[in-house]
């Protein structure tokens, strides 16, 4: 089985040893690899919709590890019992989601030693949210597959190193690790943000609209807040 570049960053990030819930598991692809290659013990498969679970379901028989992954219809983390899991992969969902899911079920999730988030959208509200609950970011990736940019991080509890990251509004904005290891895809996706805001900044200028202009001179001054970081 061979894993997509996104998610194969995704199950790096699951530190060996730890029993895993796959929130939205789909194929169950994550839990199926980590545990293959002897990563992990056993994992829990999570899925709020039957089908993508009999998918995983099939795709867990096939590997014969049904000893080792369950399998279970859940909103989330809901029919997680505390203790039950020692980490939560949460991966390809929108930030407002990703943030209910660990919301709705707070007690489950802050038992938990560590979550694994790739958030598809607002990923700083859910930066800014790991840190409200106590747990703070301590690794990051991020690949550039199909033309999309994806950030995912590894949050476990815990007070803030100020070692670990580089907490500021870019950090939350563009993910204190990435900023902190110089992290290559970051330094392209920062350099095509430039670009993209400069060439709006200078449109809007032209067409005299300030209060667009204000908010994309703001958002140029992050990005190169942020670039400034690679010297």
């Known amino acids: 089985m061979q894993l997509s570049k996104r998610l194969s960053a995704v199950a790096a990030l699951v530190t060996p040893g730890t029993v895993l819930a796959d929130v939205g598991t789909d194929h169950g692809y994550i839990p199926i690899e980590l545990v293959e290659r002897g990563v992990i013990p056993r994992a829990i498969a999570l899925d709020v919709n039957a089908g993508p679970l009999r998918r995983a379901d099939e795709h867990i028989r096939m590997h014969q590890l049904t000893d080792y992954i369950k399998t279970r219809l859940s909103d989330g983390l809901k029919e997680i019992k505390e203790g039950e899991a020692d980490a939560c992969v949460i991966a390809g969902m929108g930030g407002p989601l990703t943030i209910r899911i660990l919301t709705q079920s707070r007690t489950v999730a802050q038992a938990m030693g560590e979550w694994i988030l790739q958030p598809?959208?607002?990923?700083?509200?859910?930066?800014?949210?790991?840190?409200?609950?106590?747990?703070?970011?301590?690794?990051?990736?991020?690949?550039?597959?199909?033309?999309?940019?994806?950030?995912?991080?590894?949050?476990?509890?815990g007070n803030i190193d100020q070692a670990d990251g580089i907490y500021c509004t870019a950090g939350f904005q563009y993910g204190p690790c990435l900023l902190r290891d110089r992290h290559p895809v970051l330094h392209a996706y920062l350099l095509k943000e430039q670009k993209m805001y400069e060439e709006l900044s200078l449109k809007l200028k032209r067409q005299g609209i300030e209060r667009r202009l204000q908010e994309v001179e703001q958002e140029l001054s992050l990005v190169r807040e942020a670039l400034a970081v690679f010297g």
């Open 120 to 157: 598809q959208s607002e990923i700083e509200a859910v930066r800014r949210f790991v840190y409200s609950e106590g747990f703070h970011i301590v690794q990051e990736d991020m690949v550039l597959e199909d033309g999309k940019y994806y950030p995912m991080m590894k949050a476990v509890r």
